[in-house]
Structures are given as C-alpha cells and as structure tokens.
C-alpha cells in the first residue's frame, strides 16, 4: 500500500561540519563558527556539540560566547564552501526523490514513495549517502505531513530518524511545547501561552476561530490545521534543472533588514541570480512571489501576476517591492528574504501588449542587463554594482546561492 510520505533533513551543526573537515585539529573541541565581528554584531552561527555543552548557543554574541568559555576557538563563516555542500546535499537528495523543499541552506522536505518500508529503506540510503560522499550527519524525521516530519528531525539525534505519523500525535506530539510547532515563533507562542494553548495538544483541542480571535489573524487556522496533523501541502518544487518550474533564490541575511531600502536592496541583490539562471535558461515568469522570514522566524509567502512575462530585473524588483508593501509591515526585522518566479514560458512567447507599453525603452533595457551578465561572467560578479549597492558595505550573505569565482557574497549595510 503506498504511503503519503514526507522526510525533513536537518545537517547537524552545518557549518560547524563542514569546518571540522577540513580543519582535522579543531575536532572534538569547543569551537563556534561566527559572523564577522562587523556583521550582525559577530553572532555565533553555529556551534560545535562541546561548545553547545558550556551553554554556548546560536545567535548570541561571539563576545558573550568568550565570556562563557574564554578558550573557545571562533572560527570565520566561509559562505562559498557552505553553499557549496548545500548543492551537493541536494543533488545526492535528487538521487533518491524528484521533489524537494529547501528551508535554509541546511534543512530541506523531500517527498517520499512507496510503504513505509520503502519510505524508511529510501531514507537510510539517503542519510547513508550523505555520509559516505559528504561526511555529513544529518537528522531526519519522517512523517505524512510537512509540520510533523519536521518536528520529527527536532527529535531525532545526530544522524538519526524519527518516524512521527499522524497516529502518533496524541502520544509524540501533543504533548510537545507549542513553539515546536512550525511557524510558531516566541512572540506567538509567548500569545497562545498567555491564553492557556502551552502545547500542541492545547492548540490542536482548541476552535479554531478562537485561535484567530487570540492571534488576531487568520493564521491562526492554519495553525490549527498543522497542531492536528491535517496539513496536505505537498512537496511540489522539482529540483532537477530539466524539469524546472520556477527559479528562486533566498537567504538568511547576516543581520535583520528593518527598513524598505533594506528590503529593496536585499530583493536587487536576489533578483540578478534569479533573472540571471532564466535567461541562461531561455524562460520567462508570468508569477512573482516573495518569501519573508521575520527575526521571530514566522515566515509567508505571497504572490502576484506580472503585467507580462519576463525575465529581467527591472521587471522583478519593482513588482516585489509592491507586494512586500501591500501585504508586510516592519514592526518586526526580517531575518531571512527570497524571491521566485514562477508558471514559466518560453522567451520570446506570443502575449498581449499593454497599450501605453513602450517596447523600444523595454528593448534597450534588456541589452543593458545581457551585457551586465555577460560582463560579470566574464570578469567576476564584482565587476559591476548597482548604484543601491555602492552608498553602503556588503558583506557575508551569499548572493548567488551558488559557487564559482563569479560569486559575489556580501550583506546589506
């Protein structure tokens, strides 16, 4: 009988990992990788099992995390090489499924096939794959819904699985504190508590308008829906280039963005690599969506239709600027950006003029952004910045979600 299945991969302390080997003389020792001490105030990223043991944790300063424990090794984040084993994640991923949901540059869904022994049998080839090529340890919970296959890799241990299907939510996940839940952040979690809903099990017995009422927003539903296991997304993004149906790119910024030039900024430097790989690709997009994270990791999506099909960024930004202010507010930093575009076709298909369009200005505007690939291309990603880039420093975020020499990483400023 085939099973609806669904695994979430979390790579242990990531980039702690992957440091650890090709540093052979930091294993086994108290060591953080952090941010640069300009850069998000030089947070800790990430940190090693022993470091974690001195009550060192993520996202603290790496000044506080010396005064904890002053012979602390801190090591400096090394973007290119992180997202290259990001790549390599995903393509050995590929090897056993054709959908996967990335979440970060270290955690990703991965649809699954078959009875739950195939299911379980795919999922130690690929924690055993990952091993072998990458030396990487991985957590892995696997369940029928997206919300409980990730609480599953929360519970299980380095390189390990978690099985928790939906018949195991009264026993496994009820009881489990409400901000275990995905999407639940501190400040949500701090208002479902202050209604008395201090675990799952609380969320998912209680009405669902009583939750909005409490939230104040018909996330609340949503919410509702996942605490009960009834999630049905399913894992639809195809990763193989080939089959490709939407081009996007996203990252966890090194520190929070928390005005508009900020968000604009950081939706140029995101929309060169998205415009970039579908001109490469020959296609357009006819959706634009934009995903925010904020610095209390609630995350949505929203998209519109674009006026007309494209693939250049003077097209993109200025549609997901209007998207972002129509449907955010700043009232908390964003933490984590991306931008899609989606319901591809051909460059160059048949539509219908607008109009007041001005197709020769449009021409020459494409001219000018092939010539500006074909130029960092050639010369380096560097080589040629937008003026909104060039008044403040960039620094540490990989905007190109990609390796290469071309790559230009740098943070908003």
Not at 190 to 219: F, H, Q
Not at 230 to 251: G, L, W
Request: aromatic share 8%; with cysteine; hydrophobic share 35%.
């Amino acid at each position: 009988m085939s099973t609806r299945a669904v695994c979430h991969l979390d790579a242990n302390y990531f980039y702690g990992q992957i440091e650890a080997i090709f540093r052979p003389e930091i294993r086994g020792k108290a060591f953080v990788v952090g941010g640069d001490q300009e850069s998000r105030k030089g947070i800790v990223l990430t940190k090693s099992p022993l470091a974690k043991s001195y009550g060192i944790k993520t996202a603290i300063s790496i000044k506080e995390a010396l005064s904890i424990y002053p012979n602390l090794i801190v090591i400096p984040a090394n973007f290119p090489l992180y997202s290259y084993f990001s790549d390599r994640m995903r393509e050995i991923i590929l090897q056993h499924t054709d959908a996967i949901k990335p979440f970060g540059s270290d955690e990703m869904w991965a649809q699954l096939y078959g009875n739950r022994t195939t299911v379980m049998k795919t999922v130690e080839n690929i924690r055993q794959d990952l091993w072998k090529q990458l030396c990487l340890t991985v957590s892995i919970g696997v369940g029928d819904n997206l919300p409980y296959a990730k609480i599953g890799s929360d519970l299980a241990p380095n390189n390990g699985v978690c099985e928790l299907w939906n018949e195991h939510r009264e026993k496994l996940v009820y009881p489990l504190p409400v901000g275990d839940l995905l999407y639940v952040g501190a400040s949500t979690s701090e208002r479902l508590t202050k209604y008395g809903i201090r675990t799952i099990g609380d969320l998912a017995n209680s009405e669902p308008k009583r939750v909005c009422d409490m939230l104040k927003s018909k996330t609340g539903e949503h919410l509702w829906v996942m605490a009960n296991g009834q999630d049905k997304t399913r894992v639809e993004h195809i990763e193989r280039i080939d089959d490709a149906k939407s081009f996007s790119n996203s990252n966890t910024l090194p520190y929070d963005l928390e005005t508009e030039d900020d968000v604009r900024a950081a939706l140029y430097m995101f929309s060169e690599t998205v415009a970039q790989k579908m001109k490469e690709a020959g296609v357009e997009a006819t959706t634009l969506s934009i995903t925010v994270r904020d610095n209390d990791l609630h995350s949505t999506s929203r998209q519109t239709k674009l006026p007309r099909p494209t693939n250049l960024v003077a097209d993109f930004v200025p549609a997901a600027m209007a998207l972002f202010k129509k449907h955010y507010t700043l009232n908390r930093p964003i933490r984590t950006l991306g931008i899609c575009g989606s319901n591809l076709v051909a460059e160059g298909s048949v539509f219908q003029l607008g109009l007041f369009d001005d197709e020769e200005k449009r021409q020459k505007q494409v001219r000018l952004e092939r010539f500006v690939d074909r130029t960092r291309e050639r010369f380096g990603q560097s080589i040629l910045k937008r003026a909104v880039h060039m008044e403040r420093t960039f620094k540490g975020a990989n905007a190109n979600n990609d390796h290469g020499d071309s790559q230009l990483f740098y943070v908003y400023r």
